[in-house]
């Protein structure tokens, strides 16, 4: 039986209570994609970019971004998120700072 190397792709569940914050964070050298289950809420990313999020919507978060996931409804927002590394040139860049 061939044994298969881990590629490094992880992902699970997010549960946002109302006016709570999954708090502000950076991909670093990862891609992210959040996948919007239930709940309402606000996605920030980096310091201007703001999107409505709800049931059903999907966001791609480039490598080196800071980002949130904010509640704004009053059932819990649940989100899965799924990250991978990045390689090549994108993997190469600067990290974001927190202050991003």
């Known amino acids: 039986m061939a044994t298969r190397k881990p590629v490094g792709m992880r992902s699970g569940r997010v549960y946002v209570h109302p006016g ?5 964070h950076s991909t670093n050298h990862h891609e ?12 920030l990313i980096g310091q201007e ?19 949130d996931v904010k ?5 819990p927002l649940i989100y899965i998120y ?6 090549g040139k994108l ?4 990290p974001a700072k927190s202050g991003e």
């Open 20 to 24: 709570q914050t999954c708090g502000r």
């Open 32 to 43: 992210e994609v959040l996948v919007f289950l239930s709940g309402r809420g606000l996605l």
């Open 49 to 67: 970019d703001r999107l409505q999020v709800s049931e059903g919507k999907i966001s791609y978060i480039p490598p080196h971004t800071v980002h």
């Open 71 to 75: 509640n704004t409804g009053t059932e």
């Open 82 to 87: 799924c990250v991978a590394p990045v390689r």
């Open 91 to 94: 993997a190469e860049q600067e």
